[in-house]
């Protein structure tokens, strides 16, 4: 049985922040962050793990970044130091941000070109298994590709979108954020295969999955079709999609993304490649927030 990261995408949805058991830590007046010595071995064994998990599966342009980015492997990386990097690659900055935040605060800061990060880290007990994105995820798992000029754009335009998209709206482009940012592989025309998406590249059971697994579903990505299609998050993909080059996102950030939104309304959803996700009984319902 796969063990993975559980980091919500309450990105996707409007959340309740009292939801979170983690809180961010404050960010002084240097925009530091004082992490502990704990917290530091926390970062060394998750980048350890996950720097061995992803050798020869993830994309170029991802270990291009990682290169920039020069991540500390003993210590937390501090946000100032990856967003000097960022601005002088792409313009963007990491935000300091509560442990979860809603729709609007999250498409607002992506159409500043600024990326949401909690400030805490998971703790040794949910080591392989973490509902909320956490700092690791973020910085280990998005960074890098924000320093590709492509990456960077396809992810400002879709904050641009989605500020100004009605709720049902967002719904279907989350679809697209999730199975591209979070999700996506790349697969050029003689059939090589790798990851660019930061919800596989820092979760190991979902990078060997997503690379290796003959059980899942790999297609190429029609952005209709993405649209339509259902997802959970609390289970391995059952499907990814592919593009052959990061290129591609900026072509697609060029389209009329809201009429594809609504041709995949008129469509209708596809039926899904997942079961029912089991209803909670009474009282997991009391307790699941105690």
Not at 186 to 204: A, E, K
Not at 247 to 258: G, H, Y
């Amino acid at each position: 049985m796969f063990t993975r990261d559980f980091y919500a995408r309450q990105r996707h949805k409007a959340v309740n922040v009292k939801q979170s058991k983690y809180e961010s830590k404050p960010v002084d007046e240097r925009g530091r962050v004082a992490w502990s010595a704990q917290e530091n071995d926390v970062w060394r064994q998750l980048v350890t793990r996950q720097l061995a998990c992803i050798k020869d599966k993830a994309c170029q342009e991802y270990l291009d970044g990682l290169r920039m980015l020069d991540l500390p492997h003993d210590t937390v990386p501090q946000i100032p130091d990856v967003n000097a990097v960022l601005m002088r690659e792409t313009g963007w900055q990491v935000a300091p941000v509560p442990a979860l935040i809603d729709f609007d605060h999250f498409f607002a800061l992506l159409a500043d070109k600024k990326f949401p990060a909690a400030t805490f880290l998971r703790t040794k007990d949910d080591f392989d298994y973490l509902q909320e994105p956490d700092y690791f995820h973020e910085i280990f798992g998005h960074c890098a590709m924000l320093t590709h000029p492509a990456f960077a754009e396809f992810t400002h335009m879709y904050g641009q979108l989605g500020k100004q998209a009605t709720p049902k709206e967002r719904v279907y482009l989350a679809r697209l954020y999730w199975f591209t940012v979070e999700f996506g592989l790349l697969s050029d025309s003689q059939g090589n295969r790798s990851i660019y998406g930061g919800g596989i590249l820092s979760s190991p059971a979902e990078t060997e999955y997503a690379f290796n697994s003959d059980k899942a579903v790999r297609k190429p990505l029609e952005v209709i079709d993405v649209m339509r299609t259902p997802y959970r998050i609390d289970i391995m993909q059952p499907i990814y999609f592919t593009i052959e080059s990061i290129d591609d996102l900026f072509a697609i950030s060029q389209r009329d993304l809201i009429a594809d939104v609504h041709q995949a309304m008129e469509l209708g959803l596809h039926a899904p490649l997942f079961p029912p996700k089991p209803k909670k009984t009474e009282q997991q319902k009391e307790t699941q927030h105690v």
